[in-house]
């Protein structure tokens, strides 16, 4: 089976990637991700324009269905990442990017535009960690300005990551405002913000920032993730494509994931617990469910959920 896929007139060897923040903080790390089998490409930590260290530890906990972190944005650095994605490498990279207020998003736009860099960026809208600063995409008309701004300049293929939504008229609102844009693609969702967990022995809570409180991924979220895909392909231009991340920890996932509309799926609570091999797994259990009902493509069930 073909698991080859096309966003953004760009060619992606398979459908996998990671989500960012996981196996993406380094260039060993990136690499990785592109030398893996059964890989997409890479997507890179997001960037903020100058290093930071992030959040004190620890800032990243397992949970039996999932994960929390508030790990508040550490990474390397634009100029790391746009140095990493400007060379050639065997797969296609996705440049993260993720400013700490809206003049570095514009900035760091302007950057890239101003780059020999073409290839696909994604500017996280949702990052639910940075000590003080709301989850941008959250503020509908404060989201809307910006991508105006942005696309007063900006040419290159751009798409944006999105929180989670938990209310129709949410998803309404978010793609009226994304249509107007001409997005490459949506990544459906960042982790769930602000959850919470509490180690019943200490009776303490399990991270260090913020008293505790931080995103969830994992297993966990994936119904919030579907949902958010499947309410986003029923109202985003065809052209706005969708990377479905959230919860994936089995070929089944995947599968739910393309039949609510992902056309891409990416993995990161449960790629940072069983490493890159996942891809492969995931791969060939999809490949099983999708022999077992006789599809030979993926866009023979793509987007195809059934309703009761
Ligand atoms: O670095 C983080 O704390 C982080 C980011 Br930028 C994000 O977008 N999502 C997340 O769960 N953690």
Known sequence: IDFKTTMASVEFP??????????????AEMDEMINAACTGGVVTKSATPQQREG???????QLEHGSINSMGLPNAGFPYYLDYVTREHAKPTIL???????????ELLHKIQASEYTGLTELNLSCPNVIGKPQVAYDFEETDALLA???????????????????????????????????????TVN???????IDIDTEKVV?????????L?????????????RAFRQRLNPSIKIIGTGGVT?????????????????????LLHEGVGIFQRLTDELATIMAEKGYTSIEDFRGKVQDF
């Open 191 to 197: 982790s769930v913000g602000n959850g919470l967990w």
């Open 96 to 106: 993260s990017v993720a400013g700490l207020q809206m003049s570095d998003n514009i």
């Open 250 to 270: 089995s070929g089944k996932d995947v599968f739910m994931h393309l039949l609510c509309g992902a056309d891409m799926v990416s993995v990161g609570t449960a």
């Open 207 to 215: 991270i260090k920032p913020k008293q505790g409180f931080g995103g």
């Open 55 to 61: 959040n004190p530890q620890p800032r990243y906990y």
């Open 217 to 229: 991924g994992g297993a966990m979220i994936l119904p919030t993730a579907l949902a958010n895909v």
């Open 14 to 27: 398979s459908i996998f990637l990671n989500a960012s923040g996981v196996n993406c903080m380094t260039v």
């Open 149 to 187: 701004e942005i696309f007063s300049f900006y040419t290159k293929p751009l798409g944006v990551k999105l929180p989670p939504y938990f209310d129709l008229v949410h998803f309404d609102q978010m793609a009226a405002i994304l249509n107007k844009y001409p997005l490459t693609h949506i990544n």
